[in-house]
Structures are given as structure tokens and as C-alpha cells.
């Protein structure tokens, strides 16, 4: 296209002699018509593996027509562009665990002709799951409105627990009196108690005994959840 050629003619009889060349023509070819169209818009975006970091996306293929053929498509997570890819298929990397995204694709054609954007699809990443490292088994001897509480920690992960903090609460006005093998304190309903020097650090697999003497008026429900070091432990 838009290409000047130059033709002549020469006429040959059956003995082989051959003419002059006829004049010269000068030919120019046509320049293409203009690709004003744009790409088909991507349809039916949807997510597949879905990550703590990352979201595996795919649509549709778009179709183009102008005549200068589809390039690729341009993805965006909110009004960012993220990246680019010529097939109908991308992964967006680098995410944070626990939230939500919404992601919109357009296609571009040879021209330059930009698609609009596809249906914005929502999706949030996986949480980050935390394995439970902490076994807390909690029992009760009750009288009247007093109890004796004993406590077991168990470091049920692969890795130290150093300079432990057991955290937990009650739940009907319970009173820690008076606690050994930890330092034991309580600000309202919320109890703590901390490793000594002998017993603050529990290796995987390692578990130490721990309790209090405590008041209550009547009812004395367990706590429901324990910490250890800010971590759920399982209860057992």
C-alpha cells in the first residue's frame, strides 16, 4: 500500500526479436482506509485461582473489524492500569490478603482504537490463614463462690514460644484471687497471665501447668477463647 511502481511493455515475435519498451507508466498503489473502528468490548470476565497476593482473570475474546486486527487488551483494577496481554487471560500479582478488588478489561486494536471497558468484576483475595500454635485446656473445681482454676499450655507449633502472655476473659464477674506459676493480673472482665523465669519460653511439643484460685456469685462459665501471645489458641 502507498507504494509507487513503474511499468513498460516490450511486444516479442515467434523468431524472438524483441521491441522497444513501450513509455512508462508510473502506478501508485492506494493507501489503506483509515482504522476508525474500535475492538468489540471483552465480555464475561471472571476470576479463577484466587490468592492471598493474586487473582488469576479471563474473558472473552474481542473481535475487530477495522482492519488492523486486534493487539491485546489492557486490564485495570479500579481506574489503574495493571497490565497488558495480548491473549484473553492475565494474573494480577502483588495483592494484599483479605481485600476487595474490582477489575475492568478493554481491547486494542493495531490502530490504536481502545474498546470500552468490560463489566467491572468484584473480587477480594483470600484471608491469610493462621495456623493455631497453642493448645489452652482450662478446667474447674467449683464451691460455693470460690473455684480453683487449672491451666495447661501447649506449644503445639513448630517454633518457640518465648515470653508467653495468656490472654483471656470472663464472662460473669469472676475474680482472680490468688495464682501461681504465672504473673497473674485482671482489668475488669480481662485476665492476663505471664510466663516466670522458669517456664517462659515452651518448645514445640512442650507444655507447662499453670492456676489460680478465683471468687465468683454463683455462676462460673469458662472463657470461651484464649491467646497466646496474641495468637487463638485451640481449646482442649
Known amino acids: 500500500a502507498s507504494t509507487a511502481y513503474s511499468y513498460t511493455v516490450r511486444a516479442r515475435d515467434v523468431a524472438g526479436n524483441v521491441s522497444a519498451a513501450s513509455a512508462a507508466l508510473a502506478v501508485t498503489t492506494n493507501a489503506p482506509a483509515a482504522d476508525t473502528v474500535a475492538p468489540t468490548v471483552p465480555t464475561g470476565l471472571t476470576a479463577g485461582t484466587i490468592t492471598e497476593t493474586s487473582v488469576a482473570l479471563t474473558w472473552t475474546s474481542s473481535s475487530d473489524t477495522g482492519g488492523s486486527g486486534l493487539a491485546g487488551y489492557d486490564i485495570y483494577r479500579g481506574t489503574t492500569k495493571v497490565g497488558s496481554s495480548v491473549s484473553a487471560s492475565y494474573t494480577d500479582s502483588g495483592l494484599t490478603a483479605g481485600t476487595a478488588y474490582s477489575y475492568t478489561v478493554r481491547a486494542r486494536d493495531g490502530a490504536g482504537n481502545v474498546s470500552a471497558a468490560s463489566s467491572a468484576l468484584s ?30 499450655l501447649t506449644n503445639t507449633g513448630t517454633t518457640a514460644i518465648n515470653n508467653w502472655s495468656l490472654g483471656f476473659s470472663f464472662a460473669a464477674g469472676q475474680k482472680v484471687t490468688q495464682g501461681w506459676s504465672a504473673n497473674w493480673s485482671q482489668t475488669g472482665a480481662a485476665v492476663t497471665g505471664t510466663g516466670l523465669s522458669w517456664n517462659s519460653s515452651l518448645a514445640p511439643g512442650q507444655s507447662t501447668d499453670i492456676g489460680f484460685n478465683g471468687s465468683h456469685t454463683g455462676q462460673n462459665p469458662k472463657p470461651t477463647a484464649f491467646t497466646l501471645n496474641g495468637a487463638t489458641c485451640t481449646i482442649g
Do not use: E, I, M, P
Not at 484471608?127 to 497453642?134: H, K
Not at 493448645?135 to 463462690?145: A, H, L, M, P, Q
Open 123 to 152: 473480587v477480594t483475595t483470600k484471608t491469610t490463614s493462621t495456623a493455631s500454635s497453642c493448645k489452652v485446656t482450662y478446667t474447674t473445681n467449683d464451691w460455693n463462690v470460690g473455684f480453683t482454676a487449672s491451666v495447661k
